[in-house]
């Protein structure tokens, strides 16, 4: 199985996978000519494309849409990542995909809101990625000028291609996390979710 490979053939491995979505390597190529600061193509495009390829499904069967993640802190006005926003929708205006893109140098100005807990500023796209609700999701991948692809992943890729989908209890809530599993069981009822750890169980927050 090519979750108990080397990494090294692990990476080439999620290269060859991910190639078989056309979709998801347009938005890699499109996104490469915008050149935003930090930027990743990231969580449920990827992994659910291996899923697709691992249980002989279309590659992208049950992709939601397709999110991109860059980090300026330059500017934290909502109109300077709405003109980014409105800019990628005309690069993307005519691929059959949505295709999200998102400040994450924003995400602490909203989070509480939305998700009822606070979220420090994120200092990095990496960062923002180390938070999300599964390790499985913690991924991105990007094209650099020289066209080589630029593979981020905090946990590895075992978990992503043995098809187990683990808590990351860092910043999500529970919910978020058993609202996400669920969905993913009904479309890919191969996987292995596990549970939410009990509070005894957590990780105690990192010191500063």
């Not at 991910?18 to 992994?47: D, H, I, K, Q």
């Not at 020289?146 to 905090?154: C, F, I, L, S």
Request: hydrophobic residues 45%.
């Amino acid at each position: 199985m090519i979750g108990h490979l080397p990494l090294d053939e692990q990476l080439a491995a999620l290269k060859s996978t991910l190639s078989r979505n056309e979709v998801l390597l347009e938005v890699l190529n499109r996104m490469a000519v915008l050149e935003l600061p930090g930027w990743y193509l990231t969580a449920g495009c990827l992994f659910q494309t291996v899923w697709n390829v691992a249980t002989d499904r279309p590659s992208t069967s049950g992709i939601r849409d397709y999110d991109v993640l860059y980090f300026d802190d330059h500017d934290l006005s909502w109109e300077a990542e709405d003109a980014v926003i409105k800019t990628a929708a005309e690069t993307f205006a005519e691929l059959p995909a949505d295709v999200e893109v998102r400040n994450e140098a924003r995400v602490h100005l909203w989070y509480k809101q939305k998700f009822g807990v606070a979220c420090a500023p994120f200092t990095s796209t990496e960062a923002a990625i180390d938070n999300f609700a599964a390790t499985t999701c913690c991924l991105g991948v990007r094209l650099e000028r020289d066209g080589q692809w630029r593979v981020y992943a905090p946990h590895g890729l075992s978990d992503v291609f043995n098809l187990v989908v683990r808590p990351n209890p860092v910043l999500a809530p529970r919910e978020v996390y058993e609202i996400k599993t669920a969905r993913w069981l009904r479309q890919w009822p191969e996987l292995t979710v596990l549970d939410w750890p009990s509070e005894s169980a957590a990780p105690a927050p990192a010191s500063s």
